[in-house]
């Protein structure tokens, strides 16, 4: 898990309790108050949604990755942007920054 993952993860957990406790708050007015904490709540609950998303997302970009590199190590073609890479190791290459699509015997890299 990344910690941009986490970060959301555990601000979303905290927006909860923080609504939680101004749903349930002395202060204010009681419709106000009770409004503005299923507010907050649901802040809360779509911050770690967010935060489920983007690991998903993380993990199979990653999954992509590994699968390039076999492909490429078992000799299919390379395409960067559109172009046929004959001598590239993707190794070397940073494929964080590319968006990776494979199709039988070719894998192809786009830049973000």
């Given at each position: ?5 986490i ?26 108050r ?21 690991n ?11 699968e390039?590199?076999?492909k490429?190590?078992?000799?299919s ?13 993707l ?22």
């Amino acid at each position: 898990m990344s910690s941009d993952v986490i970060f959301l993860l555990a601000s979303g957990i905290i927006l909860m309790i923080f609504g939680v406790f101004h749903a349930v708050s002395e202060w204010g007015n009681d419709l106000f108050r009770f409004r503005m904490g299923i507010l907050i709540i649901f802040f809360g609950i779509v911050v770690i949604v967010d935060s489920y998303y983007k690991n998903s997302t993380n993990h199979k970009h990653d999954a992509l990755e590994v699968e390039a590199v076999k492909k490429y190590e078992d000799g299919s073609e390379v395409y960067i942007n559109g172009k046929r890479e004959e001598d590239v190791d993707l190794n070397g290459v940073n494929l964080d920054k590319y968006t990776i699509r494979i199709e039988k015997n070719k894998v192809y890299l786009i830049s973000d």
